[in-house]
């Protein structure tokens, strides 16, 4: 045993013991990818759960009363407004202001949570389609229109606003006169689907063109 | 090149003119954001975070003019901004939300898990970090503002109230993180609490009314006020000294 011995002994503790420290204070081990979305999930479960119960209220009624105009048909243009709005609203989301500093916030992130809300009210519509024996068209198309027409018309009041708007809309100028006519319009006829398909290719075109030369996609 | 740069600037709040012809211009550092409520703060923060849209004038942030249809994403990706009121998902933990707000920020998805950890540890939060956020006191909620306005290294941090519901002690840490982001990054602290400016900013920006009302080294504050100047410490009363002056120039 010599002093070459002691220092390096000395030197191997110091290191061991600088290591340890290093360990004991340093980041903890990262955990799997946990990336649910549940903040938004939350805020917009209650308007998904809105829209199901007005399909569950449409499909009572139209088997119940079989001499009224589908209630089906002419509430699903506009179910699918409730919980898109909900995603992309100003009012319903509290991170507003910290998302609007952020470089994913746009086309990217409003077309990502409009589509998780799609996802989600789309079985719903389907499943209500389903049990009243109506042509898939004449159901999805038209809710697909009207979301694209949010987005479209989001860029200059707000996705919410618009949402509203085209509803109370689609209520007044549709739904009330079926209604008291008995009725069924021919927008809603089952030779109408080409042009609802043509609408949603171009609302879709205005709501990608609009907010990608538009900052602040509200 | 200045990480901040306004000329005239005019940022609107609602219908009121909240910056008004403000001309700024800021390097690396720690900067104070000082004045009396409604001096057009919060307002300037916003425009300085990209929420805001100016009016008039000219604005660049880290070389780039922010104002007309600029491209903002570059810019956005090197911000960090805590807003007055620190909006958050309640039910997302510390790490979940960090992590979300870095994603925001386009960082890279391998970088995410390490940069949100050193985030978290910074602000003391280590111990907290898989608490839901409804669970956190005020305090521990600022700290997470500021997790997640740190977590992308910004080059232009922006913090609005960020010492508010922290105690002494978190308040003491909170300036050694500050002093520590900008050595080489530029820090705008908006604050009500002139001791914060004293202890941990290199320079302060008064504002009055939406302008500049003056800006120089923290200490120098300190020198402009006299005994029979309003407050309890130098620096508060160099800061009612400043303000009286201004007032006293511009008719009211």
């Not at chain 2, 211009?25 to 425009?47: C, D, E, Q, S």
């Not at chain 2, 519901?165 to 002139?194: K, M, P, W, Y």
Request: aromatic content about 6%.
């Amino acid at each position: 045993m010599n002093a070459d011995d002691d220092d390096i002994r000395a030197l191997v503790e110091r290191a061991a013991a600088g290591i340890a420290a290093g360990i004991e204070e340093g980041p903890g081990p990262v955990r799997g990818r946990r990336f649910r979305p549940a903040g938004l999930a939350g805020r917009v479960a209650p308007w998904l759960a809105a829209a199901g119960a007005l399909m569950l209220a449409a499909v009572a009624l139209e088997q119940t009363f079989t001499s009224l105009p589908s209630l089906v048909l002419l509430l699903a243009p506009v179910a699918p407004l409730l919980p898109v709005a909900a995603a992309w609203s100003r009012r319903t989301d509290p991170a507003w202001e910290l998302l609007a500093s952020v470089p994913r916030f746009g086309l990217g992130l409003l077309l990502r949570r409009t589509l998780a809300a799609l996802a989600a009210v789309i079985p719903l519509l389907a499943l209500a389609g389903w049990a009243t024996g109506h042509a898939p068209a004449l159901w999805l198309l038209p809710g697909l229109a009207f979301t694209a027409a949010s987005l479209a018309l989001g860029g200059l009041t707000g996705v919410d606003r618009a949402a509203l708007g085209l509803a109370a809309a689609w209520a007044g100028f549709v739904i009330v006169p079926s209604l008291a006519t008995a009725r069924l319009p021919a927008v809603l006829a089952a030779g109408a689907w080409p042009g609802w398909a043509a609408a949603v290719v171009a609302l879709a075109a205005v709501a990608v063109v609009r907010t990608a030369f538009n900052r602040e996609t509200t | 090149m200045w990480k901040v740069h306004a000329e005239a600037l005019r940022v609107r709040a609602g219908r009121r003119l909240a910056v008004d012809g403000l001309d700024l211009a800021l390097g690396p550092g720690v900067h104070g954001l000082l004045g009396p409520n409604g001096a057009g703060k919060t307002t300037l923060m916003r425009a300085l975070a990209t929420v805001l849209r100016p009016e008039g004038g000219r604005l660049a942030l880290l070389g780039t003019a922010v104002t007309g249809r600029a491209d903002l994403r570059a810019v956005r990706r090197a911000l960090g901004y805590l807003p007055q009121h620190f909006g958050y998902y309640p039910r997302f933990t510390v790490r979940e939300f960090v992590e979300y707000m870095a994603w925001l920020k386009e960082m890279p998805r391998r970088d995410i898990p390490g940069a949100v950890q050193r985030a978290v540890d910074r602000v003391g939060l280590t111990a907290r970090a898989d608490a839901r956020m409804k669970t956190l006191s005020g305090g521990m909620l600022r700290r997470a503002g500021i997790a997640q306005a740190i977590v992308n290294d910004p080059e232009l941090l922006l913090l609005d109230e960020p010492t508010v519901g922290l105690d002494v002690e978190q308040r003491i840490e909170f300036r050694a993180l500050l002093r520590d982001v900008g050595a080489d990054s530029c820090v705008l602290v908006s604050t009500h609490l002139v001791e914060d400016v004293a202890a941990a900013c290199t320079g302060v920006v008064l504002l009055d009314e939406g302008r500049l009302v003056w800006r120089g080294p923290a200490a120098g504050l300190a020198e402009r006020g006299a005994s029979g100047d309003a407050g309890d410490s130098a620096t508060e009363r160099g800061y009612s000294a400043l303000l009286r002056a201004h007032r006293g120039q511009v008719p009211a």
